[in-house]
Structure formats: structure tokens, C-alpha cells
């Protein structure tokens, strides 16, 4: 009977020290969570060395031309800001700095931002400038209001008038003495009106001397100006077409996700194996990889939260280094598209009814009702020789 509940006993024991430890080792272990964490943040946190900008994601290479357009606008220093660019390893830096302009300008709807303005600044020092960068810095003109101008009133002339009396004949039955007082009258009569002559004639209102009289000049030839020559692109190829298919091009709202892209030479003729790439040096498809019957046709395939800034990356017919103009960001996702181009798709007829519409990229605006993830690009690049 002593050995059964000594048995209990220990078992009592046993059981209470697992409920012991499960009740300790929760606590325990959010206290080594806790200890981990103010390790790896505070006292050893870990630091990348020699990390590349070009490793970075799009927002943080917007930052570098944000703090080289700010350095810019303190120091007035293009080679100092250039060398603060060369960071990104793009192909071609001038025209990434016009691109993040543009950007910037497209998705701000405030006031006039200084870093954009930093940023247009820049961009115009490196020689790049757009009608968008222009309107944004420029100050608003003043608007013209006529106003109606008063007819003036005819002005009053004050003439002097002088009564001349008339003289009066006399009969010959008056005498001597009174002929010679008519006499001295009418000589009296006669200074006054040359006086009156000789005095001038006082007026408010001078009178205008005659106009001139144009002379007509004989016509003559006129000569004829030389047509001026249009001047060659800097870059070997250039960007004629660049615009997003509307709903119904593109299949509607569950169509297609792609860039479309056709490299021609400078008389229209499509060029086959033509090696794009885009701004961050990656190279992408080549002309012609979807059938001999486009040859100068290549496509990117476009997926949400992401897009390409597009470019000629190599022509092996060139043979050389070939240099191209860069497309603007072409993505899937309407906020990186913007509400100026899905209006001129027909996505939607008014900022109005895109505001409510589309996806903003910011929980909470927008109804997320247009295509997000379904839109298409075409663009077109020639050679300009």
C-alpha cells in the first residue's frame, strides 16, 4: 500500500515538471527571438560591400539621379553630377536621367516638386529636353484681358470772334464837322479789324498736319530659299512608333501581355537578327526568333509589376557598337502605364472615370476594374542609315 503511493507520488512529480517546462519554453523562446533580432539589427547588422547600383531595383536608381540632380542644383557641377550617374552602368545615362524626368513628371499631380525640378534641370545640362520638362518649369502666362477703351467727346474750339462794324454812308446834306467825325470813326473801325487780323486764333485742339502718302514700290522677284537638310539622328536607331494597343487590338482585358517590336532600316525593309536589350544592359529577343515571315519582329512578354525600358542592344550588320534610342517604361500595370495613355487607348474616356477605374498602385484608390495585367505595346525602331 506505502509502495502504490509512493509510485503516485513520483509520478505527480513527473507530470508536473513537463507542464513546468512547456509553460517555461514559450517564453524562452520569444526571449531568443527577441535576443536574435537586437543582435542581427543593432549590434551586427548585416552590410552589403561592393553592391552595384545597377543590382538595385527602379526605385532606389531614381534615387541616385535624384541626389545627382540635387547635388547639380547646389554646385552647378555637370562633371561632378556625371560622375554621381556613372554609378548606374546604364548604356546611356543622358538619356536615363530624361527618362526618370518624364516619369516623375507623368505620375506627380501636386505642385511643382523640387527634386523634379532638380531632375528637369539636369536633364536640360546634359543636353536633353521635352515639351513635358518645358511646361512643367516654365511659369504660367499671364492672359490678356481687353478692356473696353472710351470713345472720346469731341472737343470745343474757342475761336475768337470779332465784330467788325459796318460803316454807314451819309447823306451829302449833313455838314463838314460831322463827315469829319464819320471819318475818324471809320479810321477807328479800320485799326481794329487789322488788329483783329494780326492777333492769332487761340484753339484747344490742334489741328493734325496732313498724313504722308505711302508711294507704291514696283514689285520685285522675290528670291527663292534653298530647302534646309533635315540633320542626321546621334543615334543609329531611332524610335518612330511607340503607343499601347487598345482594349479591342489587344483581345480585351484578358488578351495579351506583351511589347511587339519591329526593327526596319531607313527605307521601311525589316531587319532580321537585330539584338534588343533594355536600359539595364540585359540583352532580350532578336528579330525574326518568331518565324521567317516576320523578320524584323521580336516580343517581350510583360507580366504585372514589372515592364522594360527597350532598346537596340546590337545589329551584326553594323559591324560594330551600335547606339538607339530608349522607349519609355512599358509595362502592364496602369500606373506605370498613366492616365494620359489608357485614355488615348480607350481604356477609359476621362481622368474622371480612370481615377475611379483603374489600379493606382495604392491600396484604397482605385476600383482595379481596367485590364491591370493585360495590356500591349507596339513600337517601331529604324535605322537612320
Avoid at 543582435?39 to 552595384?52: C, D, G, K, M, S
Amino acid at each position: 500500500m506505502g509502495m502504490q503511493r509512493k509510485r503516485r507520488r513520483s509520478g505527480l512529480k513527473f507530470d508536473r515538471r513537463i507542464l513546468i517546462l512547456f509553460a517555461v519554453a514559450p517564453f524562452g523562446c520569444l526571449m531568443a527571438i527577441l535576443a536574435g533580432l537586437f543582435v542581427t539589427w543593432y549590434l551586427a547588422p548585416t552590410r552589403f560591400v561592393n553592391a552595384r547600383v545597377s543590382d538595385m531595383s527602379e526605385e532606389y536608381a531614381q534615387e541616385i539621379v535624384i541626389m545627382a540632380a540635387a547635388d547639380y542644383a547646389e554646385n552647378e557641377d555637370i562633371d561632378r553630377a556625371k560622375e554621381i550617374l556613372t554609378r548606374l552602368e546604364v548604356p546611356n545615362p543622358t538619356q536615363y536621367v530624361s527618362l526618370v524626368a518624364e516619369e516623375m513628371i507623368r505620375t506627380n499631380r501636386g505642385t511643382v516638386d523640387d527634386d523634379i525640378k532638380n531632375v528637369v534641370f539636369l536633364a536640360k545640362a546634359l543636353g536633353v529636353s521635352t515639351v513635358s520638362m518645358v511646361a512643367y518649369v516654365s511659369p504660367p502666362t499671364a492672359t490678356f484681358t481687353p478692356t473696353d477703351t472710351p470713345t472720346p467727346s469731341p472737343t470745343a474750339t474757342n475761336t475768337r470772334v470779332v465784330d467788325t462794324p459796318t460803316p454807314t454812308v451819309l447823306p451829302q446834306a449833313e455838314t463838314t464837322e460831322e463827315a469829319v467825325v464819320d471819318d475818324e470813326a471809320e479810321t477807328e473801325v479800320q485799326e481794329v479789324a487789322a488788329a483783329a487780323v494780326d492777333l492769332p486764333v487761340p484753339t484747344d485742339t490742334p489741328e493734325p498736319a496732313p498724313l504722308p502718302t505711302d508711294t507704291p514700290v514696283p514689285p520685285t522677284e522675290m528670291p527663292t530659299s534653298e530647302a534646309t537638310p533635315v540633320p542626321e539622328s546621334q543615334y543609329d536607331f531611332v524610335i518612330v512608333k511607340e503607343r499601347l494597343l487598345t482594349k479591342d487590338e489587344n483581345g480585351g482585358c484578358a488578351g495579351n501581355h506583351n511589347i511587339f517590336i519591329d526593327v526596319i532600316d531607313a527605307n521601311g525593309n525589316p531587319l532580321k537578327g537585330v539584338q534588343m536589350g533594355d536600359l539595364w544592359n540585359n540583352p532580350g529577343p532578336v528579330t525574326g526568333h518568331k518565324g521567317d515571315d516576320r523578320p524584323g519582329r521580336a516580343e517581350y512578354d510583360l507580366y504585372k509589376d514589372g515592364g522594360y525600358y527597350v532598346l537596340v542592344k546590337s545589329d551584326p550588320s553594323a559591324g560594330r557598337e551600335v547606339t538607339s534610342e530608349v522607349t519609355d517604361l512599358l509595362s502592364s500595370d496602369d500606373w506605370k502605364i498613366g492616365i494620359p495613355r489608357l485614355i488615348e487607348a480607350g481604356y477609359c474616356p476621362d481622368e474622371g472615370t480612370c481615377n475611379t477605374l483603374w489600379n493606382s498602385g495604392v491600396f484604397g484608390v482605385g476600383n482595379n476594374s481596367l485590364c491591370w495585367g493585360h495590356y500591349s505595346w507596339e513600337v517601331v525602331f529604324q535605322r537612320t542609315w
